[in-house]
Nanobody
């Protein structure tokens, strides 16, 4: 599967942004799709995942603000980000894995990655 991330940009704190991860070559329903982010000088960290069976998982700092969803008809996974904070500034990446659900937070278990899309939250 090939992944194409898009939707990043510059937004003010408190505003919203939706990222898209469009898949080609295979169906996203066969994979768990994860979103990760990497801020300058920091390690890549897990943000959210949408499992092949419909499960969702979020890292604590984004719970209640971010929502991950899947549109199977469009073969796309979305990350709706509300109430954005400056600390959400990072390059965001989507990735696909077939690993067991308990390991979807581990970047090393993802074998297919899209290119990053930059999100900057600043006034």
């Amino acid at each position: 599967v090939q992944l194409q991330a898009s939707g990043g940009g510059l937004v003010q704190p408190g505003n919203s942004l939706t990222l898209s991860c469009a898949a080609s070559g295979d169906s996203v329903r066969r994979y768990s799709i994860g979103w990760f982010r990497q801020a300058p000088g920091k390690e890549r960290e897990f943000v959210a995942a949408f499992g092949w069976s419909g499960n969702t998982k979020y890292t604590d700092p984004v719970k209640g603000r971010f929502t991950i969803s899947r549109d199977s008809a469009k073969n796309t996974v979305y990350l709706q980000m509300n109430s954005l904070k400056p600390e959400d500034t990072a390059a965001y990446y989507c990735a696909a894995t077939t690993v067991v659900w308990g390991r979807v937070t581990q970047a090393n278990d993802y074998r297919c990655w899209g290119q990053g899309t930059l999100v900057t939250v600043s006034s």
